[in-house]
């Protein structure tokens, strides 16, 4: 399932290692010059993603096949802008604080945009921009935070196996057993190779 569904991903989905900047969270926040990572060191940390056809999505046997074969039983969809969303300004503050779930977040960008900002193995962030079309998965244990670029608005599906738990667990909490199961099988895996290509 995750090979599949890939054709033009890099058109709704890109990532780049963001400078340490203290400007507003809904700047692109590149580094100086720009450092784009291949979608491949996303699958690295334990990130899926795809692209769908956000156009057709009530309809679309791409969505179907993935809700089916990962169990995504639970459906929502939410959007985030002014207009829409209660005490915007605090609820946006909120997401961009450093958390991890002890499940999976998928997230289903089916119009606007918005930014899922991850650290990598040795601790640097990445921001991952994803457009409409695009869908990712991140682990559970994996710290993230999440914010809106400059156009302030993003319509999401939100999907989850059985009932939801929207739980951020705020960083430190890495005596969780989902934190230390995603240390073990991700960040530890690659040092761990790299030890034993020595």
């Known amino acids: ?34 450092e784009f990572i291949p979608l491949d060191k996303l699958s690295e940390l334990g990130i899926l993603s795809w692209r769908l056809n956000a156009d057709d999505w009530e309809n679309d046997e791409n969505l179907k096949k993935i809700r089916e074969a990962r169990g995504y039983s639970y459906m929502d969809i939410c959007d985030v802008c002014p207009e829409k969303l209660p005490n915007y300004e605090a609820r946006l503050k909120n997401f961009f604080e450093e958390h991890l779930h002890t499940d999976e977040e998928i997230r289903y960008c089916l119009e606007g945009s918005g930014y899922f900002d991850v650290r990598d193995q040795n601790n640097q962030w990445i921001r991952i921009a994803v457009k409409m079309g695009g869908m990712i998965v991140l682990p559970a244990g ?17 999907l989850f196996v059985g009932e939801p738990v929207w739980t951020p667990y705020n960083h430190p909490h890495d005596h969780l057993p989902a934190r230390k199961e995603y240390v073990d099988r991700i960040i530890n895996r690659g040092k761990n190779e790299a030890v034993e290509a020595r």
Do not use: C
């Not at 054709?7 to 700047?27: F, P, T």
């Open 1 to 34: 399932m995750e090979g599949q569904f890939q054709d033009g991903k890099e058109e709704v989905i890109q990532a780049w290692y963001m400078d340490d900047s203290e400007e507003d969270q809904r700047l692109p926040h590149h580094r100086e010059p720009k």
């Open 142 to 158: 994996m710290y993230h935070r999440f914010t809106l670029d400059s156009d302030n608005y993003i319509k999401a599906m939100r």
